[in-house]
């Protein structure tokens, strides 16, 4: 049989940074634990654009669409900020989500216990904390139209248009539904139906799906600004956060200052099942090409390499080893290895992203 292939969209800023250590763990897969990859690598975003002056060449959209699992780093930057918005680097990304139709967006948020004490929350708040917001990924306010920038009564108007079929929600809200029964049978759905009518439609979809199909299951409803305030207030009454695209968008940076920093937090982008039973997918840290820090080796990579390990976990099967990298970078952490972003006001030395990659390489040796 071949072997399951991957490929490879570094993209911009930090993305190639945090994007060669994951490389180097993939190959330690391949050497160490037999497990090879058929990894290829292409262009998106702004290195895309510089070379085909399009954010993703129509050949790397057909490689996408036929690999086992597709892992991105990050897109944008300030040199692509002033773009026409057709060709901007984001709208590559966003071609890529829809055009492979991967509708459920998994963004866990889990605080290591070495980090507890590195949030800007109090420890008790966020120690232990596991939550999943998982986020619809290919429709509402992103894709709703009409959208543009139109002149009406001598003035510009931009439009973006919220809108949700009831399939859309249906299937969003299961895949919540079943992630929920593996975890800990809790869902809370998030929406503002006090204002929008897509939002009353989302609670009652949720709620029909629930009640025909997961009745086992505890549901919720939160407005989604008050959704905002629980996360940070008493973040551990959560299990499932299901949401739609924009509200999950800020929730999930939001949730990701309770596990430390935004480079800790991975996704994993799925699809509807393939014809071998594994979701189409694509991987992807939830932060984006952090301009600020790009180019100086200072880069969070745990974001990424955990996104990997979902990969591991949701598209090969691999739930062991995706544990055993978990637990190599727990331990890493609990080492006190930190990248700058990870670094508290008593200071002390941050390593570089290199250096973060191998000593998790190191750990991940020490696990066999
Ligand atoms: P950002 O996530 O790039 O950065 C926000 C802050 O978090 C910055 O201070 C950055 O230094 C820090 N940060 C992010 N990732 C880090 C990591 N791995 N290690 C250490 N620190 C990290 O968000 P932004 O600044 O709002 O956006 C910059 C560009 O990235 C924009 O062009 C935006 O559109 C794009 N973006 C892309 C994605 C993506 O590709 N998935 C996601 C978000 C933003
Ligand atoms: C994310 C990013 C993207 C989004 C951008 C870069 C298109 O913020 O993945 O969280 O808004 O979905
Ligand atoms: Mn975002």
């Given at each position: 049989?071949?072997?399951?292939?991957?490929l490879?969209?570094?993209?911009?800023?930090?993305g190639?940074e945090?994007?060669?250590?994951v490389?180097?763990?993939?190959?330690?897969?391949?050497?160490?634990?037999?497990?090879?990859?058929?990894?290829s690598e292409?262009?998106?975003?702004?290195?895309?654009?510089?070379?085909?002056?399009?954010?993703?060449?129509d050949?790397?959209m057909?490689r996408?669409?036929?690999?086992?699992?597709?892992?991105l780093?990050a897109?944008?930057?300030?040199?692509?900020d002033?773009l026409?918005?057709?060709?901007?680097?984001?709208?590559?990304?966003?071609?890529?989500?829809?055009?492979?139709?991967?509708?459920?967006?998994l963004?866990?948020a889990?605080?290591?216990?070495?980090l507890?004490?590195?949030?800007?929350?109090?420890?008790?708040?966020?120690?232990?904390?596991?939550?999943?917001?998982?986020?619809e990924?290919t429709?509402?306010?992103?894709?709703?139209m009409?959208?543009?920038?139109?002149?009406?009564?001598g003035?510009r108007v931009?439009i973006?248009?919220q809108?949700y079929?009831e399939?859309?929600?249906?299937?969003?809200?299961?895949?919540?539904?079943?992630?929920?029964?593996r975890?800990?049978?809790?869902?809370?759905?998030?929406?503002k139906?006090?204002?929008?009518e897509?939002?009353?439609?989302?609670?009652?979809?949720?709620?029909?799906?629930?009640?025909e199909?997961?009745?086992?299951v505890?549901l919720?409803?939160?407005?989604?600004?008050?959704?905002?305030?629980?996360?940070?207030?008493?973040p551990?009454q959560?299990?499932?956060?299901v949401?739609?695209n924009?509200?999950g968008?800020?929730?999930s940076?939001?949730?990701?200052?309770?596990?430390g920093?935004?480079?800790?937090?991975p996704?994993?982008s799925?699809?509807?099942p393939?014809?071998?039973?594994?979701?189409?997918?694509?991987y992807e840290?939830?932060?984006?090409?952090?301009?600020d820090?790009?180019?100086q080796g200072?880069?969070?990579?745990?974001a990424?390499?955990?996104?990997?390990?979902?990969?591991?976990?949701?598209?090969?099967?691999?739930?062991?080893?995706?544990t055993?990298?978990?637990?190599?970078?727990?331990?890493v952490?609990a080492?006190?290895?930190?990248?700058?972003d990870?670094?508290g006001?008593?200071?002390?030395?941050p390593?570089s992203?290199?250096?973060?990659g191998a000593?998790?390489?190191e750990?991940?040796?020490?696990?066999l």
């Amino acid at each position: 049989m071949a072997n399951p292939s991957i490929l490879i969209l570094a993209g911009d800023g930090i993305g190639p940074e945090v994007m060669a250590e994951v490389k180097k763990i993939i190959s330690w897969y391949g050497d160490k634990r037999g497990l090879v990859f058929d990894v290829s690598e292409d262009l998106v975003g702004g290195a895309a654009y510089d070379v085909h002056g399009k954010p993703l060449a129509d050949e790397t959209m057909a490689r996408a669409q036929e690999v086992d699992a597709v892992l991105l780093g990050a897109v944008g930057g300030p040199k692509y900020d002033n773009l026409d918005f057709s060709v901007k680097p984001e709208r590559g990304l966003l071609r890529l989500r829809k055009e492979m139709d991967l509708f459920s967006n998994l963004r866990p948020a889990q605080c290591f216990d070495a980090l507890a004490d590195f949030s800007s929350l109090k420890k008790d708040v966020v120690a232990g904390l596991d939550i999943m917001i998982v986020r619809e990924l290919t429709s509402g306010v992103y894709f709703g139209m009409p959208r543009g920038i139109f002149e009406e009564n001598g003035e510009r108007v931009g439009i973006n248009t919220q809108r949700y079929t009831e399939s859309e929600i249906e299937r969003v809200a299961r895949s919540a539904f079943e992630l929920a029964k593996r975890r800990g049978n809790k869902v809370c759905s998030m929406e503002k139906a006090n204002v929008m009518e897509s939002g009353i439609l989302w609670r009652e979809v949720v709620q029909r799906v629930h009640d025909e199909e997961y009745p086992e299951v505890e549901l919720s409803h939160m407005y989604a600004d008050n959704g905002a305030m629980q996360l940070v207030r008493w973040p551990k009454q959560f299990d499932v956060i299901v949401t739609d695209n924009l509200f999950g968008d800020i929730l999930s940076d939001c949730a990701a200052m309770l596990t430390g920093s935004l480079g800790m937090l991975p996704s994993a982008s799925l699809g509807a099942p393939m014809e071998n039973g594994r979701p189409k997918a694509m991987y992807e840290p939830v932060h984006g090409s952090a301009p600020d820090i790009a180019g100086q080796g200072k880069a969070n990579p745990i974001a990424c390499i955990l996104s990997f390990a979902m990969a591991l976990r949701y598209s090969f099967d691999q739930g062991d080893e995706a544990t055993r990298l978990e637990k190599a970078i727990e331990k890493v952490l609990a080492d006190g290895v930190r990248t700058a972003d990870l670094m508290g006001p008593e200071g002390g030395t941050p390593v570089s992203t290199v250096e973060m990659g191998a000593k998790i390489i190191e750990a991940l040796d020490a696990s066999l």
